[in-house]
């Protein structure tokens, strides 16, 4: 009975002592418009709980929900510092007072693995760094389901390194300090709630995690400047102009419409003259390539029956040009295409290719050596090898920018696409765009069993040598269960190899795109010999972002955005919409629904089904990822002015053919290239709408794209106009319903926005 009491008056004492006063300072900033004044307010601590709550303006909240009791120890209050230990659990707990925050940390004391669950949160609705933003109610039905039982990796789903909860008068903002080894835990029993539990793990010496917790207006706006100067603070921000002053091609980005770019082919159907090959193709030719085709090449057979075709149909229809084109543009990028008894005939720069030897010619020359071996029979049957595939290729790009698109960023699927068509890259390059090819060190297939160009590395040793581990001492498979994934630390030598062979074969890429590098997919490695900490993986990562950059000068993107990058990356691809398609059956894999993404696959070699099938999305999914009434431009107030993010590839802008007029709209008023997935045959089908929305889009973000994102208001009810401010001078109003609104006396129809630059006014209607 007296050791009960004992505690209780110990509480009691405690509470009536650890009480702190946060004062009213604007935050040191080297941004204008982030200057905001966060709230002052008292706070009070139980030890035994480790309930925090806040006093603002008289109305008190709770920072985290009690725990459950647990015992104090070393009990000091220093006056700005409080600090005690729970000694079963191994964690020690400082609160520091601040000028305009409260800093709290949790550090366990255990050389064993440890956790600590701390915050425990609860309120009317939650800001979310859940890519772009979210504004979640907690008794929102379709979040409830959604989140039910959901546990979030934090360095992974949260874009940012904050939330924000929603209290009755005000928000509170927690920025977190160590996101690594942390994830949050979802209840959603009643309304929305969650807790923030953090590892400890033993192979990490780093043994802290902790908030600042900031009181703020209840708008997105205070929640996200709160967050940016703390960046500017720490010395952790850098915006687009800096980065161009180190590399100029980040200017090119300005305006730039997103564009992957699909084509495989060494030479194309206009460059044939069908009739006289049907009558001229040389027997010895068709059985050598028809060889190659069912040996070599993956699925080749199909292919080769198109040469039997060829002989045997009194036409050559669109099904059989298609096959040989394909079936030609295969075999002219083997090895073993060359073979002595048929290409006899060798001119010069044949014969100078030749005396090199096959095996040492680049991808390039290869394909050179191949595309004259072909010549050299073939004859007049076929056009100068010079133009080759220059109408899939080269006269498409020269179209964009004759049509008005003056500044592109065009991706590539991969290198291969560059060693194929050279004078692509180059005048893509000539014509002042960006162009990049995809590139990926996140899985390592085994030696001679790699399933896609990514997977393979000529450093055979590191899929046993430099893969991770989990704790279980289990290897963690690679995408899509194929292989392992490669530990970051370990394949720089790999990623120094690949770059250099590509790029000295002279390609001219100004661009490089890595794929999951942004999305903070991130692993513990618990290999013995290559022990890894999230952090570690974290900071290799990084390292080779900074390689691209500043020892090629490339214009770096990724996957994600995930802003632990924001200082090495121009751009990121994924942030507005992420992959969701794996979370129904009916997207990923019911070929019969009308849902489905469509396959990996193109039959002309162009853009794969999986880009260019429009479909519609699911009510469920429009709501979660779509749904312009939950998304808030949370990084977009903090990073439009660092980096450019829009789509992950597969929802490129259209893709979802219900959306298109929607997403138009949200791609100007939060600034956000479009992304298309062009080929020749893409392009000619999408060309007026593509060409339209861009030039609107492009002269809007030419003005906006270095500008800090200096406001955001709901303008209606039903949240379904809103608006969002660049700079001082530079707004747009955007109206998502279905209906005309007046705003200040501007008749805004429906599905349309209102562009307000300085006193100039413009209305814009994306076609539907």
């Known amino acids: 009975m007296k050791k009960i009491l004992s505690i209780m008056l110990i509480v009691a004492i405690v509470t009536s002592a650890l009480i702190g006063c946060v004062d009213d300072k604007k935050v040191t900033s080297k941004e204008v418009h982030s200057k905001i004044n966060n709230q002052d307010f008292n706070f009070s601590v139980d030890p035994e709980t480790l309930t925090v709550k806040v006093e603002s303006n008289g109305i008190s909240e709770s920072v985290s929900e009690p725990l459950e009791k647990m015992e104090v120890s070393n009990l000091k209050d220093n006056g700005d510092t409080i600090t005690w230990t729970y000694l079963e659990k191994g964690i020690e707990v400082n609160i520091k007072k601040k000028d305009k925050y409260v800093d709290v940390t949790m550090k366990s004391n255990k050389d064993e693995d440890n956790m600590f669950a701390w915050p425990k949160v609860k309120g009317d609705g939650y800001m979310l760094p859940l890519n772009q933003g979210k504004h979640i109610p907690s008794n929102d039905s379709v979040w409830k389901d959604y989140l039910s039982e959901e546990k979030m990796k934090v360095i992974e789903a949260f874009s940012m390194q904050f939330f924000a909860v929603d209290k009755s008068a005000y928000s509170l903002v927690y920025i977190i300090k160590n996101p690594y080894n942390s994830e949050v835990v979802f209840n959603t029993e009643n309304d929305i709630e969650f807790t923030f539990n953090h590892e400890f793990p033993a192979i990490n010496e780093e043994k802290e995690y902790g908030f600042r917790i900031y009181v703020t207006e209840k708008n997105p706006v205070d929640v996200a400047k709160t967050y940016k100067n703390y960046l500017v603070e720490q010395d952790d921000f850098k915006s687009l102009g800096d980065k161009a002053e180190e590399n100029s091609n980040i200017e090119k980005l300005y305006g730039a419409p997103h564009a992957y770019f699909w084509d495989r082919t060494v030479i194309s159907e206009e460059n044939i003259k069908w009739a006289k090959l049907r009558d001229s193709f040389p027997e010895k030719l068709r059985l050598w390539i028809q060889e190659l085709l069912t040996t070599k090449v993956e699925d080749g057979a199909e292919l080769s029956s198109a040469f039997d075709d060829l002989n045997n149909l009194d036409y050559v229809d669109k ?450």
């Open 319 to 768: 099904y059989i040009e298609t096959r040989i084109i394909n079936g030609l543009s295969a075999v002219m990028q083997l090895k073993e295409f060359y073979n002595p008894e048929i290409f006899t005939e060798a001119d010069k720069e044949t014969r100078e290719l030749l005396n090199k030897g096959i095996d040492n010619l680049n991808p390039v020359e290869l394909i050179d050596l191949n595309k004259r071996l072909l010549k050299s029979i073939l004859g007049d049957v076929v056009d100068p090898i010079e133009q080759w595939a220059d109408a899939n290729t080269v006269d498409v790009i020269k179209d964009m920018k004759d049509s008005g698109l003056e500044n592109m960023w065009i991706g590539l699927d991969d290198w291969q696409e560059g060693f194929i068509k050279p004078e692509l890259v180059k005048e893509a390059e000539d014509l002042g765009y960006l162009i990049g090819t995809y590139d990926s060190y996140h899985s390592i297939h085994e030696p001679g069993k790699e399933k896609w160009e990514t997977a393979k590395f000529k450093d055979t040793s590191l899929y046993v040598k430099a893969t991770v581990t989990n704790k279980e001492g289990n290897k963690i498979e690679g995408f899509q269960g194929e292989g392992r994934k490669l530990n970051p630390t370990l394949a720089m030598p790999s990623v120094e190899e690949r770059l250099t062979s590509i790029l000295n074969t002279g390609l001219a890429f100004n661009s490089w795109f890595l794929d999951t590098d942004g999305t903070g997919e991130i692993y513990d490695d618990y290999s013995p010999e290559h022990i890894t900490t999230e952090k570690e993986d974290i900071q290799a990562r990084i390292k080779r972002m900074e390689y691209l950059q500043k020892e090629w000068d490339m214009v770096v993107g990724t996957e994600g955005g995930n802003d632990f990058a924001n200082k090495t990356i121009a751009f990121a691809h994924g942030i507005e919409t992420p992959v969701f398609s794996w979370m129904d059956e009916d997207m990923s894999k019911n070929k019969e629904s009308e849902y489905y993404v469509g396959r990996y696959y193109s039959s002309t070699g162009g853009a794969p089904e999986l880009f260019s099938k429009q479909i519609p999305v699911k009510d469920k999914y429009k709501k979660l990822f779509l749904d312009s009434t939950y998304t808030i431009p949370l990084y977009k107030l903090v990073y439009n002015d660092s980096v450019i993010t829009t789509y992950w590839w597969g929802w490129g802008t259209l893709k979802i053919e219900d959306e298109i007029a929607n997403r138009m709209l949200y791609e100007i008023l939060y600034n956000v290239p479009p992304l298309y997935h062009l080929d020749k045959h893409e392009w000619e089908k999408h060309k007026d709408t593509i060409v339209r929305h861009s030039k609107v889009w492009s002269n809007f973000s030419e003005k906006a794209i270095t500008k800090e994102m200096t406001n955001f208001k709901i303008i209606s009810g039903d949240r379904l106009v809103q608006m969002t401010e660049y700079g001082k001078l530079l707004s747009v109003v955007a109206n998502f319903s279905d209906v005309e609104f007046d705003y200040q006396g501007e008749i805004i129809p429906a599905k349309s926005l209102l562009i307000i630059d300085k006193n100039n006014k413009s209305i814009y209607t994306p076609e539907k």
